[in-house]
């Protein structure tokens, strides 16, 4: 049965399709559609209003609300970040975004397969590893594979991804996670370069994907991502690094600068 919550200063479709996560579709009729902490979800957003479908208003309240990010003080944040003016025209282009807290293993699973691809083509890929290897829940859907479901697989065993060189990655991950030679404590807790060290060690993960899972995962708000688009940011607005306050929160100021050098026309007419 459906229920509505109402949420002020969050924008779904930004949140969802900003680069951090790739479990969630959007339907012909303006819904969303995902598969996100072992159900099934649909989502439509109107206004401060989210039509939710898929779990109860108790589970939302419990998991789902810090899933998407929601129990932060976001406005604290912003006003925070906006102390800089590149940052509060980044914020203002797209001021509904937050950063989401998932899973680890599906984490780190997806950005081993964000690596050199769009999203499109990652949301195919981790679409076709639910539904090849992941458990069938009543309803029909499937969830993402636990590393119980991947281990002891071959390179073969996932050519149906289409996944290419990627494919060992998510074997060794699966196999490290399942022998618990990954210590998700560490990662949240540990200093920001013991922390990346530690998933550096599965094969595939680099710098820029380890900070993508701190982040996204470990609530790791001090990890910035790297790839070309931010490297292209930095250079241009920030050469001498972001300013000294926001670097404790630079996890979410460059979401607000990915987002906003990736779309907008603005960003891209000032190169």
Partial sequence: MAFTVKIEDFDLSS?????????????????YRGVALGRELFLRQNGS?????GCTAGQWEDEYRHYFGLTEDYGELKRLL?????????????PGIRVMHQPLFETVCSFII???NNIKRITGIIARLREGFGPLCEGGYHLFPGPGQLCGLSEQDLAPLRSGYRAK??????????????DEQLLRTAP???ARAHLMQIKGVGPKVADCVLLFSCERLDAFPMDVWMKRVMARL?????????RPIGGIAQQYLFHYARTSEEFCSEG
């Fill in 15 to 31: 949140t969802l399709f900003c680069g951090q996560c790739f479990c969630f579709e959007q339907l012909e009729d303006g819904g």
């Fill in 49 to 53: 209003e989210i039509e939710v479908e």
């Fill in 82 to 94: 906006s102390r800089d003016e590149t940052l509060k025209k980044a914020i203002a282009y797209s």
């Fill in 114 to 116: 964000s690596q050199n």
């Fill in 169 to 182: 990655f998510l074997l060794d991950a699966a196999d490290r996670f399942a022998k618990g030679e990954i």
């Fill in 192 to 194: 920001l370069p013991e």
């Fill in 238 to 246: 920030y050469p001498e690094g972001l300013p000294d306050y926001a």
